[in-house]
């Protein structure tokens, strides 16, 4: 019986991933940056079983759903090929933050699995190769693989797409407050959302000014130049949104002329946030495909943000992580890795 | 003593007047498409007095505020120097709308000061003449002179940028149940956000592909298919918000990453209106530089539509006007006009 417990951090994309060049082998259209996010991760446990008959998912201690645990069976696949294997396994898998709502479970759970897999098979993978794999899972996963700050090369293939640090965490005192403004899970899957993209007329033009934007961010990043890295940062965000917002298709038989991945809550956030920074506070943000509101600022300013958002009306229902620069996907130690 | 009282609608925009190729006289990027709109409407009598020192201008009897005073005021100065005349007016105006909130109460405004003013100083205005002279008032005042569905030119020059109409209000039951959600005016006045559109990344894609969009518009309403229209006028407002998200700017002395009208009750009506079309109600939406939804069904639908936004959480505190294709800007008899 072999086994390996892993554990990966979410990531939060400064410049983001949406729209693939190869859907199956999830290569984007353009590199993407991101910082991993020590507080939200998420624990797999890979066990492989002689003579188990397929594989069992299990998401927080219960059975996951079908199109999940297909998801999982079909990583573990890939795994099972590099390593020669093909025991089934029983998976368990965790979140210390809840999933759909924008906070990247997928990411940081393929991460995962893919770490915990490869090693309860004895594989030796390098950094490289864990992001490659991570990536076929999930395509944002390979990000979670690397600590700190982090850029995917969109690459050639997909033996070249994989992810870097480009600074390590202690490089900048960068604070993520995530606002879970609702437990909802989202309309539209953000792998629907992808195919989707090239519908939009500003599509073209996105992917024309990209490298542009991915150069000033990397600059700012690597220069700790907190206001121009916000602005570049949020700029993006809300144009990743004007593309959604504007990918009109058919949708159970009715049309949609775009996908809204904001809600109520996530307008008046970021509205009060353009306030806030007007007042003087040193805030800016950035939206994931959800209604989640990432409020970027540095360490300092945590508790102003934190006081801000708590005395916004309809704050009551909402959750706050606070997120600084994590990890790579590692293992963990304990009573199973024997 | 001259005087004279006229009438004009607000107009409601299905191909958009956003952004301008000269701010000073009001000429668009593009041509715009609209329905003239029969149930908000601005009255305005305009008085010439010999002997009185300056334009007085009073918005529901009482004293405008100064800008909106000043823009009258040089709007009168305009149709004084086609008149010949040097004397100062009396100007009473009022809307049956709030103001400020997406219902465009200067376009109704314009045109209604327009046709009063030059009838009370004895000028016989083509129709051409009064489109041409109410866009120097505010632009898309020069569609409000029209009855039912219009066509603005963008034009040349000033002389040739006007208003026709495509078809007259009887042409189409059309109905656009306008959902007011907030009375709060807009933070970004319509006039700043039209310079602050070509800050998008996105803008010169819009003038590329506007003119396609315009002839589907014009041909889907032409045709009265109503689907076909109303995909297409919905993906255009989102377009035209899209534009407004990502238009960038300094604001307050803060960087403001793009300009949102949206507020937190637009986004929940407009994701109500996709799940109730997925549900088999014939109903589509559109925008202006404000919060309001404008719901556009056909004649038959308008109960249903109606009863939909009365059940929505949050509805209590929204008004609805229920337009209908509206007549052209006119003179109003009665005791004044002796």
Chains 1, 2 share one sequence.
């Not at 979410?10 to 991993?36: C, E, H």
């Not at 990583?75 to 089934?88: F, K, N």
């Not at 992810?163 to 202690?170: E, G, I, M, N, S």
Request: aromatic share 6%; charged share 20%.
């Amino acid at each position: 019986m072999s086994h390996a417990t892993a554990r990966a951090c979410a990531n939060l994309a400064f410049v983001k991933y949406w729209g693939k060049r190869d859907a199956s082998l999830n290569l984007p259209m353009n590199n993407s940056i991101s910082m991993t996010l020590d507080a939200a991760h998420t624990t797999t446990r890979v066990e492989f079983v002689p003579g188990l008959e397929r594989d069992k998912v299990l998401l927080s201690e219960r059975p996951a759903r079908p199109a999940f645990a297909r998801r999982v069976a079909a990583h573990l696949d890939r795994i099972r090929s590099i390593g020669g294997s093909s025991e089934a396994a029983r998976v368990n898998t965790h979140n210390n933050f809840p999933a759909g709502t924008g906070f990247a479970s997928s990411a940081s759970g393929f991460a995962a699995l893919t770490c915990a897999a490869s090693s309860a098979l004895g594989l030796q993978l390098s950094r490289r190769q864990l992001s490659v794999l991570a990536r076929l899972g999930s395509g944002s996963a390979c990000r979670s693989i690397c600590a700190g700050f982090v850029e995917w090369q969109a690459g050639r293939d997909s033996d070249s797409s994989f992810a870097t640090q480009l600074a390590d965490p202690r490089h900048w005192n960068l604070v993520d407050v995530a606002v879970l403004v609702t437990d909802e899970e989202k309309a539209v899957r953000s792998s629907d959302g992808h195919q989707l993209a090239s519908n939009s007329p500003f599509w073209q033009t996105r992917n024309q000014t990209i490298s542009s934007r991915l150069a000033e961010i990397r600059q700012a990043l690597l220069e700790r130049d907190f206001h121009r890295f916000g602005r570049e940062v949020e700029s993006e965000a809300l144009e990743m949104h004007a593309i959604m917002q504007t990918s009109g298709h058919e949708n159970g038989g009715a049309w949609q002329s775009g996908i809204f991945y904001m809600v109520a809550d996530t307008l008046q956030l970021i509205n009060a946030v353009q306030r806030w920074r007007q007042a003087g506070m040193d805030v800016y943000f950035t939206l994931d495909a959800g209604p989640t509101v990432h409020l970027l600022c540095m360490e300092d300013q945590v508790g102003d943000v934190l006081q801000a958002v708590n005395s916004l009306e309809g704050s009551q229902g909402w959750r706050t992580i606070v997120c600084r620069p994590g990890p790579g996907a590692r293992l963990l130690p304990g009573r199973d890795s024997d």
